[in-house]
């Protein structure tokens, strides 16, 4: 891949320092998988897990985990929790309770084999686990007075560019147009992002000739200083996935997201391999193995897991690791809500993450949580900084008094 982009700590390397990690292998990659990832050296007494409960109030599901010290942390779940709770009180739950959180990555470990759970490894299990995860994170983090990123690694940035996306497949290329000027006009955003396709539709287009005009709109409109990305959701084969993607190509888009169905692994390869453009992948992803395969074989330069789809911050870490001994770098999918608070954390310590990272709804509704409050100005979010997860502590506990226990 010939792009190369000037941030030191958003690099995309060109082809000439591509080939210095050709030597890379399997083994190299599964190693720095396998490296301890928690640090929580400074906790010098045990913190044994007591009790997790899941509360609801005001459209928000929570996690709040308490140890046997009377120490609590609490998480912010996704929507799905709505669906996936019994999985996560029935199957996950019951593992990590009596354990010591200070074991967190070991226990992530434990409970993927307790009561068979392998047998139902995906998205539901992974997004329960990423829950758990978080706020045990979260327990941790106050206790020791860090957050979150300094028990992960060691937070090296406090703000994140970030780029504005629709998610529309209904507009016209003028609509679509429209509301992404609105929405940089609010943010500030020097990125964009817009849908191609009908979403695994066969080389469909969700309205005829939308994927072509909106291409060529883009640049036109937005000048040569925007950033654009797109996003193909699973919609092509490689074949058809090429030809927009040479469409991309000319007007200089950043990054071509998921052309090919999300487990079309060979078939993502493929159009990687005949495009100068970036492809990006993974947000559909659980597993470490195809991961490995993915970046070892190259089949994405920008590598795109979802932080609660696949099991959270230590699973996720693991695969910026595994990817930044290849040079690529990470810009994880956010599932919705609260998610953007998961990824300005991930961002706050990984060096490879990527340059813009997507601004989704969530702000507005969630923000108040916060000491110091989460900013957005000129297109950059500033990451929480306070312990843990970085919610205050008396604003979070007003509102689980008012809870219902589910």
Request: aromatic share 8%.
């Amino acid at each position: 891949m010939g792009k190369k982009y000037d941030d030191l700590s958003y690099l995309y390397l060109d082809a000439s320092l591509r080939k210095r990690e050709a030597h890379i292998s399997g083994e190299d990659l599964e190693a720095a998988a396998n490296s301890t990832v928690l640090q929580v050296h400074d906790i010098h007494s045990p913190v044994i897990i007591q009790s997790m409960e899941l509360l609801f109030n005001n459209g928000l599901y929570f996690l709040r985990s308490r140890s046997q010290d009377g120490s609590e942390g609490v998480a912010v779940l996704s929507s799905r929790a709505e669906y996936l709770h019994p999985l996560l009180k029935q199957l996950i739950i019951p593992y990590f309770i009596g354990k010591d959180a200070r074991e967190l990555e070991t226990l992530l470990d434990g409970v993927y084999v307790y009561d068979n759970n392998y047998k139902l490894s995906g998205l539901a299990l992974w997004c329960c686990m990423s829950w758990v995860e978080a706020s045990l994170l979260d327990l941790l983090g106050r206790i020791s007075g860090k957050p979150i990123g300094d028990l992960l690694g060691g937070v090296i940035r406090s703000e994140v560019p970030i780029y504005v996306a629709s998610g529309n497949r209904g507009t016209t290329p003028e609509e679509e147009i429209a509301i992404l000027q609105q929405r940089v006009e609010e943010t500030g955003a020097k990125a964009i992002k817009f849908k191609v396709g009908g979403r695994m539709s066969k080389n469909a287009d969700s309205i005829k000739g939308r994927s072509e005009g909106l291409i060529s709109l883009t640049r036109k409109t937005f000048g040569d200083s925007m950033s654009i990305h797109a996003d193909g959701n699973g919609s092509y084969d490689p074949k058809v996935a090429i030809e927009y993607g040479k469409l991309l190509e000319e007007i200089d888009a950043f990054f071509y997201e998921e052309p090919c169905p999300f487990d079309q692994l060979e078939e993502t390869k493929e159009v990687a391999d005949a495009l100068d453009i970036p492809m990006a992948f993974g947000e559909q992803e659980t597993s470490m193995r195809r991961f490995r395969w993915i970046i070892e074989h190259d089949a994405a330069q920008v590598v795109q897991p979802d932080l609660q789809y696949n099991g959270g911050f230590i699973r996720n870490t693991r695969i910026a690791r595994m990817a930044a001994l290849k040079g690529i770098p990470v810009t994880p999918h956010i599932s919705g809500g609260y998610g953007y608070i998961y990824v300005l954390h991930y961002a706050s310590y990984i060096p490879n993450i990527g340059k813009f990272q997507e601004h989704k709804v969530g702000l507005k509704e969630t923000r108040g949580l916060f000491t110091p409050q989460i900013e957005l100005k000129d297109g950059v979010l500033t990451a929480p900084t306070g312990p843990g997860l970085g919610m205050d502590v008396d604003v979070v506990n007003g509102i689980l008094r008012k809870a219902l226990l589910i």
